[in-house]
T-cell receptor, first 115, second 111 residues
Framework: GAGVSQSPSNKVTEKGKDVELRCDPI?????LYWYRQSLGQGLEFLIY????????KSGLPSDRFSAERTGGSVSTLTIQRTQQEDSAVYLC?????????????FGPGTRLTVL | QKEVEQNSGPLSVPEGAIASLNCTYS??????FFWYRQYSGKSPELIMS????GDKEDGRFTAQLNKASQYVSLLIRDSQPSDSATYLC???????????FGTGTSLTVIP
């Protein structure tokens, strides 16, 4: 079946602009995660959604970052007033449900470059 | 502070050899453990998950978990050049939603 999809695959923007990144999880997966991976670095957790529960936003680095998930499916990560340090690959992952036993499957990522 | 640590490498092994990748974690409450492979410029791909002490085998891959010593390892038998990638260890603590990732070990299999 179809995997996790993300769009756009690449985004180049100017400092100060807002960007929206989209994630479409695997059908039936209720848990959705956003991560950020900077060049040569590990994955940094950003935010987690599970069904209709309030999201876990504890990883968001600043109030310029926000995310929503509509209808328990597609999610959008928004970065306002982008800064050069926001340049990274933004990865989305989904799993069946919130449980530490459940395996996450990653999308191809969105490479964000802030000039 | 919950931490997952991996030797960044690079680790080089000849083709056909066994590659051994190690990961240690800081919290004894950890419940589940995952190994991901990440090719350059690509997203992480799940290789194996392990939840209980001992070994779990899947083809050429064996995951080993020792909760008492707080480490998890991945063995790759008969290493192939196509195994050359960065291997990420991920740990989930049973107290929260987050999966913590190590920074990865770079593996090169030399033909």
């Amino acid at each position: 079946g179809a995997g996790v999809s993300q769009s756009p695959s690449n985004k180049v923007t100017e400092k100060g602009k807002d960007v929206e990144l989209r994630c479409d999880p695997i059908s039936g997966h209720t848990a959705l995660y956003w991560y950020r991976q900077s060049l040569g670095q590990g994955l940094e957790f950003l935010i987690y959604f599970q069904g209709n529960s309030a999201p876990d936003k504890s990883g968001l680095p600043s109030d310029r970052f926000s995310a929503e998930r509509t209808g328990g499916s597609v999610s959008t990560l928004t970065i306002q007033r982008t800064q050069q340090e926001d340049s990274a690959v933004y990865l989305c992952a989904s799993s069946w449900r919130q449980s530490s036993y459940n395996e996450q499957f990653f999308g191809p990522g969105t490479r964000l470059t802030v000039l | 502070q919950k931490e997952v640590e991996q030797n960044s490498g690079p680790l080089s092994v000849p083709e056909g050899a066994i590659a051994s990748l190690n990961c240690t974690y800081s919290d004894r409450g950890s419940q589940s453990f995952f190994w991901y492979r990440q090719y350059s410029g690509k997203s992480p791909e799940l290789i194996m998950s392990i939840y209980s002490n001992g070994d779990k085998e899947d083809g050429r891959f064996t995951a080993q978990l020792n909760k008492a010593s707080q480490y998890v390892s991945l063995l790759i038998r008969d290493s192939q050049p196509s195994d050359s990638a960065t291997y990420l260890c991920a740990v989930n603590w049973n107290t929260g939603n987050q999966f913590y990732f190590g920074t990865g070990t770079s593996l090169t299999v030399i033909p």
